[in-house]
């Protein structure tokens, strides 16, 4: 057995010739990689980022064009700025760029490996994507309308009974939707449910864990052979694990007995089980891909409705023209459904410009090279780390002109419709939902459900500014932002 001495002597050594290896090689791999900002010695690019790094992002498009590199303590990134470049390497070059970076503490540590969102690209991701894939994408979506429906017209209820708390109202309603997607489940009432407490307490540690800086074990590996009682971290890590694991194999375990009881609503952990041979995913990787859906699905979902209220109330006209169509298609007599989807198109519009006007997630989810490649004469090494700027390619002119005013006009043709004028996007007319073969598993549930949402809200009630204490309006601010790291 080694003393302690001896292991922190050679994890320290480890490292040290780790870096100052990698220091060198991207040094020398940045004069052939694309251009970019200088940065220092050792630390590269790092200072220069900051927090709300989208807007520096952008800045350096301005600057490098399309598509530039930077080098954050020795690991080579590039980072995306257009709609071509992005679908040119991302989709068009799949095979190479549907990596992601390791992710030690949230994915190996916490999660045993077995998060999809996470996942590097090989065998695990490919039989959990196609599982996801089969259960919440194209067709399959349609089986949850009548659920979206129902947490729709609760999530009215909720709003008109305590409209001050509108925000807590769409949490809840997006979990409880997410919660009975995935496991069955009646409709949860608060969003202080004691479960979606501790799936949200679980969410909150995963991304913490995602943020560069927040472990060191991320940019120096080597420190995950400490034995535990060397890392804290570690030890909290497991223990994460072990709860978390306990915690997603209870509930696929719970929805196992209600099928064999024959009482169990239609949901994707139900149909997991039942297709567990054709998937090939054990007992373990379907409970942690179940509670992955609900992680991957709800903070993002609500947070879209967050900024849906936002610009409500920043733009009346959208507000009145979106509710003249409702009422003229819908009337008062009923509330919206599915049925009428075709007949509300300034209702999909208001859609995409929601997800494109301020992206939930500007930055969308890293990649990773797998491969070496070169793109229009740049070298792009193996293991390069690959950001999508979804903010600057949202914003393009070319596409976009005045693209900071929120119009969703500008999705809809001259007989109103809605029409598809970005290429590449298969229809999605923006980048929030990422693009290629990992690109966002959950996105026709999701414009299902904020459909539902945005119709049946608009359908029941105004949204205004609120009043100061001398009665004057309240207008919000456009231009602030909150990071809590998966969502903006
Ligand atoms: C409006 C809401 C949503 C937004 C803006 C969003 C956005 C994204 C983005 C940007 C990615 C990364 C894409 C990439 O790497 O190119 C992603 C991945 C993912 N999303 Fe969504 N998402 C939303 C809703 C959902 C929902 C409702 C679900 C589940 C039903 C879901 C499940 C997933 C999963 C599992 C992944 C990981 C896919 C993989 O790595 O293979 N998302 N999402």
């Given at each position: 057995m080694l003393s302690q001495q001896t292991w922190v002597i050679a994890i320290l050594l480890t490292t040290v010739l780790k870096v100052l290896h990698s220091l060198f090689q991207v040094r020398r791999l940045r004069k052939s990689m694309p251009p970019g900002p200088p940065g220092?010695?050792?630390?590269?690019?790092?200072?220069?980022?900051?927090?709300?790094v989208w807007f520096k992002f952008t800045e350096w498009k301005e600057q490098y064009g399309s598509i530039f590199s930077l080098n954050v303590f020795g690991q080579p990134v590039i980072v995306l700025n257009d709609f071509t470049t992005t679908v040119d390497l991302l989709d068009r070059r799949s095979n190479i760029y549907s990596s992601r970076p390791r992710?030690?503490?949230?994915?190996?540590?916490?999660a045993e490996g077995l998060s999809l969102a996470l996942a590097p690209y090989g065998d695990l991701w490919r039989r959990m994507r196609r599982a996801a894939h089969a259960g919440f994408a194209g067709k399959a979506t349609a089986a949850y309308q009548p659920l979206q429906e129902k947490e729709s017209a609760l999530l009215a209820l909720h709003i008109l009974d305590d409209p001050e708390k509108w925000s807590s109202h769409l949490k809840r309603s997006v979990a409880s939707t997410m919660l009975c997607a995935v496991?069955?489940?009646?409709?949860?009432?608060?969003?202080?449910?004691s479960m979606v407490k501790r799936i949200n307490d679980l969410m909150e540690r995963v991304f913490h864990a995602t943020?560069?800086?927040?472990?060191?074990v991320e940019f120096?590996?080597?420190?995950?052979?400490?034995p535990t009682w060397m890392a804290k971290w570690k030890r909290e890590g497991l223990e994460w694990r072990r709860r978390d694991t306990e915690m997603f194999e209870s509930f696929i375990g719970d929805v196992q007995s209600r099928v064999q009881l024959g009482g169990?609503?239609?949901?994707f952990a139900g149909a997991l089980l039942e297709n567990r041979d054709k998937h090939g995913l054990s007992y373990r990787e379907m409970a942690w891909l179940a509670g992955a859906m609900y992680g991957a699905g709800a903070e993002t979902t609500a947070a879209v409705l967050d900024v849906f209220v936002l610009a409500m109330v920043l733009h009346p006209y959208v507000l009145h023209r979106a509710q003249k169509e409702i009422d003229a298609v819908v009337g008062r007599d009923r509330l919206p459904s599915f049925s009428d989807k075709e007949q509300l198109p300034y209702i999909d519009a208001i859609i995409k410009e929601l997800l494109r006007w301020?992206?939930?997630?500007?930055?969308?989810m890293p990649r990773a090279t797998v491969q070496d490649d070169w793109y229009q004469g740049y070298f792009i090494p193996k293991g390069t780390l690959v950001i999508s700027n979804v903010w600057a390619i949202n914003r393009d002119p070319k596409y976009f002109?005045?693209?900071d005013e929120f119009r969703?006009?500008?999705?809809?043709?001259a007989s109103g419709q809605v029409v598809?004028?970005?290429?590449?996007t298969r229809g999605q007319g923006?980048?929030?939902?990422?693009?290629?073969?990992?690109?966002?598993?959950?996105k026709d549930f999701a414009n299902q459900a904020l459909f539902m949402d945005i119709a049946t809200i608009l359908w029941a009630f105004n949204i205004e500014k609120t009043l100061d204490a001398k009665g004057q309006p309240i207008t919000p601010s456009k231009t602030d932002f909150l990071d809590e790291g998966l969502v903006v």
């Open positions: 220092l010695p050792l630390l590269g690019n790092y200072l220069d980022m900051g927090s709300f992710f030690i503490m949230a994915n190996e540590i916490m496991y069955g489940w009646l409709s949860i009432d608060s969003s202080a449910d943020l560069p800086g927040n472990y060191l120096f590996p080597s420190m995950l052979h400490l169990s609503d239609p949901c301020r992206p939930v997630g500007p930055l969308s002109p005045n693209y969703p006009e500008r999705y809809l043709g598809d004028h970005i290429p590449d923006h980048m929030t939902f990422g693009c290629g073969r990992r690109g966002c598993v959950g």
